[in-house]
């Protein structure tokens, strides 16, 4: 489908939303961050083709399921708290519509992802390897964490959470980092949380945003 392709149009939109991220509220200057995000094409993220438009708005928007692609500002401010060098691990609670996971595979992340609605895991694991991103998806619930893949270098929440799930907690690696929002539906704290012993843990929090809840306990098929 040729409104699908990534032509010049897509690509001068995506300099102006990637201007737009850095003159921001979120003021995010990671050179690496902005790279990224220049280079993954969001309207392939969005099924509906009357959207495509939107695609590059900062904004979030609905992709099935009740849940959301996130906006590009947040993936902007989550993706450079995490600090993510190449080759890390990284764990996603929420994959989505897979557009953050793809962030992270530019970043030069080894990505897990786990997302708890099993349409939107199918969809999006046929959508990122016709992209050819290679990230390993999960179906399943991110409260659990994926311990056969980890300890991990980074953990990324992207539903907000009630608190702070003790297993993600326990699959950092020593100096890892988890960027997590905390908080009731669509009013979260950003947090980040490094881990500088065993069971202790530098937090801060890095201001407000609006996310879908994190899901407890029952996966959904
Ligand atoms: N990173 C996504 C954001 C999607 S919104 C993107 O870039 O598109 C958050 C996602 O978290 C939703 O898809 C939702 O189904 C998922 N989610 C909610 N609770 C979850 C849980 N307990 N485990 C895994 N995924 C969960």
Request: aromatic share 8%; charged share 20%; with cysteine.
């Amino acid at each position: 489908m040729t409104l699908l392709n990534d032509d010049y149009r897509h690509q001068g939109m995506r300099k102006h939303l990637v201007q737009t991220i850095k003159q921001g509220p979120g003021k995010v200057s990671d050179e690496a961050v902005l790279r990224a995000m220049g280079a993954v094409p969001r309207h392939m993220f969005i099924d509906d083709s009357a959207f495509l438009s939107l695609a590059y708005a900062d904004q979030a928007f609905p992709i099935g399921c009740g849940q959301t692609i996130s906006q590009p500002t947040t993936v902007a401010v989550q993706s450079q708290l995490l600090r993510v060098e190449p080759g890390m691990k990284v764990l996603e609670i929420g994959t989505g519509s897979g557009y953050q996971t793809a962030v992270l595979c530019e970043l030069g992340a080894k990505v897990f992802s786990i997302e708890r609605h099993k349409p939107l895991f199918e969809t999006t694991k046929q959508r990122l390897v016709r992209l050819g991103y290679k990230a390993t998806l999960m179906h399943g619930d991110g409260y659990k964490g994926a311990p056969l893949h980890g300890p991990f270098d980074r953990i990324i929440v992207t539903c907000g959470a009630p608190e702070v799930p003790e297993a993600l907690l326990g699959q950092l690696k020593l100096g890892g980092i988890l960027v997590i929002p905390v908080g009731p539906d669509g009013r979260q704290k950003m947090w980040s949380w490094s881990k500088i012993g065993a069971d202790i843990f530098d937090r801060q929090e890095h201001g407000s945003f609006s996310f879908v809840p994190m899901l407890a306990h029952k996966v959904r098929g």
